[in-house]
């Protein structure tokens, strides 16, 4: 079965990469993501977690830019992670308008807030580096529509963990989807923070 109701960006792109048809998890993860719920998604490695994280965080912005504020944030583990989905990204969106942002922890602080202010849709980001953003009021969260976070196991350490809810303390609203290979019990906590009434995909 094709990927259906998807934006014709993301359909064309797909084409020209040659994926087909959704795995198992796609297909009940991205109808699930694009209803606008707030989601964990927990599946095998493999399983097509990333891509999923890339289509739905297209298909929310529709594949073009909008405003100079970020309308999707994506958090990573560390900065090899983060450069490495960057770059997934750009394979995506070479061909549409949107503008994906790397906070990268070598740069100073003051250099991100500029690149930023200038127009970002999309910003991926480790917590701490997005927490030092913050602190130095370096993002506007009121356009924000989207929250994932990527193999989300990483938050079990306490700095990333703390510096998860301090972040999202200042965001009003917004979608949160979380994805992981289980369903570990640092995630579970969240339930009683601003993933109060998500639901729970699981293959």
């Known amino acids: 079965m094709p990927f259906k109701k998807l934006h014709s960006n993301i359909k064309e792109k797909l084409e020209i990469l040659e994926i087909t048809a959704p795995t198992p998890f796609q297909k009940v993860s991205i109808p699930a993501i694009k209803s606008g719920v707030n989601l964990f998604c927990t599946s095998p490695i493999n399983s097509g977690k990333t891509t999923t994280l890339i289509l739905t965080t297209l298909q929310k912005l529709k594949c073009e830019a909008v405003g100079t504020a970020p309308r999707a944030f994506i958090f990573v583990e560390n900065r090899e992670r983060a450069l490495e989905l960057?770059?997934?990204?750009?394979?995506?969106?070479?061909?549409?308008?949107?503008?994906?942002?790397?906070?990268?922890?070598?740069?100073?602080?003051?250099?991100?807030?500029?690149?930023?202010?200038?127009?970002?849709?999309?910003?991926?980001?480790?917590?701490?580096?997005?927490?030092?953003?913050?602190?130095?009021?370096?993002?506007?969260?009121?356009?924000?529509?989207?929250?994932?976070i990527d193999d989300a196991a990483f938050l079990a350490q306490k700095s990333p963990y703390t510096d998860l809810l301090q972040i999202t303390q200042s965001i009003s609203k917004c979608q949160f989807v979380?994805?992981?290979?289980?369903?570990?019990?640092?995630?579970?906590?969240?339930?009683?923070?601003?993933?109060?009434?998500a639901k729970t995909i699981s293959i």
Do not use: C, W
């Not at 750009?90 to 922890?105: A, C, M, Q, W």
């Not at 100073?108 to 130095?136: N, R, W």
């Not at 979380?178 to 009434?197: A, G, N, Q």
């Open 178 to 197: 979380i994805y992981s290979d289980k369903m570990h019990p640092v995630l579970k906590r969240f339930k009683s923070h601003f993933m109060e009434y």
């Open 86 to 148: 960057y770059e997934l990204f750009l394979t995506y969106t070479r061909h549409n308008s949107l503008r994906v942002y790397f906070v990268d922890e070598k740069l100073h602080v003051d250099v991100q807030k500029s690149d930023i202010f200038e127009g970002a849709d999309i910003l991926i980001s480790t917590p701490q580096s997005m927490k030092k953003l913050f602190l130095y009021n370096g993002v506007n969260t009121t356009q924000l529509q989207l929250f994932s």
